[in-house]
C-alpha cells in the first residue's frame, strides 16, 4: 500500500467511490464528515479520519477485536480476555511490522492497555497497536467494554 498516496487524500477531485476504487479498495461507508470506510481483503474494515476542513487524512483505524461486558461485574474479565488477546494480535504485529519502536508499555491513564508502535519510514506509516478499555471497565460501576485496534498515521 501506498501510505503516501493515501495520506494525500482525494483533494475532493473525484467521488470517493472512484478514489478508493483508484487504491483498489471497495468502498463500504461514507460518514457524514466524509470519512470513507473501506473494506479490508482480510474481512475487516478501515476507516480514515480525514484533517479538519481538509481532503487529506491524518489517521486510519481499524479495530481487530472487540468484547462487551453485560454486568459490570463482569468487567475484570473483559479486561482479562483483551490482554489475552492483545498477547496474539502483538506477535502479528511483530511479524509483520518488525519490532516495535519501544516495547509494549501500559499507559498510567485507566482507559488503555499495552501501546506498542511501529515506525515503518519507508512506506510513510506510524502503527501504533493498544487495547482501548471504556472508562467504565475501570470505574466499576457500569458493564464496559474493551476492544484492540490498530491507528495508522503519517510517519
Known amino acids: 500500500m501506498n501510505w503516501t498516496e493515501v495520506w494525500a487524500g482525494d483533494g475532493n477531485s473525484s467521488t470517493a467511490q472512484d478514489w478508493a476504487q483508484s487504491l483498489g479498495w471497495c468502498l463500504t461507508d461514507l460518514d457524514p464528515d466524509n470519512n470513507p470506510t473501506i473494506a479490508l481483503p482480510s474481512g475487516g474494515s478501515l476507516t480514515l479520519f480525514r484533517r479538519q476542513y481538509g481532503t487529506q487524512f491524518e489517521q486510519a483505524l481499524t479495530v481487530a477485536?472487540?468484547?462487551?461486558?453485560?454486568?459490570?461485574?463482569?468487567?475484570?474479565?473483559?479486561?482479562?480476555?483483551?490482554?489475552?488477546?492483545?498477547?496474539?494480535?502483538?506477535?502479528?504485529?511483530?511479524?509483520?511490522?518488525?519490532?516495535?519502536?519501544?516495547?509494549?508499555?501500559?499507559?498510567?491513564?485507566?482507559?488503555?492497555?499495552?501501546?506498542?508502535?511501529?515506525?515503518?519510514?519507508?512506506?510513510?506509516?506510524?502503527?501504533?497497536?493498544?487495547?482501548?478499555?471504556?472508562?467504565?471497565?475501570?470505574?466499576?460501576?457500569?458493564?464496559?467494554?474493551?476492544?484492540?485496534?490498530?491507528?495508522?498515521?503519517?510517519?
Open 65 to 155: 477485536w472487540k468484547m462487551r461486558a453485560r454486568r459490570a461485574t463482569e468487567n475484570s474479565a473483559v479486561i482479562e480476555q483483551a490482554l489475552a488477546a492483545w498477547t496474539g494480535y502483538y506477535k502479528a504485529a511483530v511479524g509483520v511490522l518488525g519490532s516495535p519502536e519501544r516495547e509494549p508499555r501500559v499507559d498510567a491513564v485507566g482507559d488503555t492497555g499495552p501501546v506498542a508502535l511501529f515506525k515503518l519510514a519507508d512506506i510513510s506509516a506510524l502503527f501504533e497497536l493498544r487495547v482501548n478499555l471504556a472508562s467504565s471497565m475501570t470505574e466499576g460501576t457500569h458493564p464496559g467494554s474493551a476492544s484492540i485496534r490498530m491507528l495508522i498515521y503519517p510517519a
